[in-house]
């Protein structure tokens, strides 16, 4: 017979096997951790949809708490309206690795349609950015297309392979859109290596500018 000491290791082997792949120990490698949680960060413009704008929209979007209800009637959202694009950007304190992002939004009815994408911009100085990626197409490379009728989206990746204090969310709505919502966003730790490499992406000199030379190729993937 077994004895209990022999059952208990038995045990943390299965639950060891079962173990998804390349999921770290606790506390063995930070990757994936949220380190904007309580981070401060900036708006641009600034918010003006009347159901959901309150003081709190300046300390709103790095708590932790995630909406569950309909998203543009609560406090807890920060929305714009008929804005040409919307950037948040996180003040991280320090240059640190990044391996991914999230931004939390939702759309499908009342005329409040999914963004024609997000931009992720990264800084060393809060000056000089670099465009690393779109994440509403790498969220949609993982996770498919957006859902039909009303949805809550944690749009996510872990592709990223970057680093950076600061971290621009930019959403541009397709020019059909009116709405801009959001009520949380995150920046996922990568590898301690990333910090001896180029930030990778390319140099972005004028967000307007960004923002100009992608809407006809937006408003093309749209259609």
Known sequence: ?????TILVLLAALAAAAEPAGKNPAGKNPAGKNIALGAKYRLWPQPNYGLCTDKDDAVQLTDGVSTTQYFWTQKGTVGWSHAAYTTVTVDLGRVEPIAGVAYTTAAGVADVIWPGAIQILVSDDGKSFRDVGDLVALDHKVRGPWPKGYAIRRLATDELKTKGRFVTFMYIPLAS??????????????????????????????VDQLFTEGRIQRSVDHR
């Not at 017979?1 to 000491?5: E, R």
């Not at 990568?190 to 992406?201: I, M, V």
């Open 1 to 5: 017979a077994c004895s209990a000491v």
């Open 177 to 206: 859109g009116s709405y801009a919502f959001v009520d949380e966003v995150e920046v996922l730790r990568g590898p301690q290596e990333l910090l001896a490499k180029d930030a990778g992406g390319r140099p972005v000199r004028n």
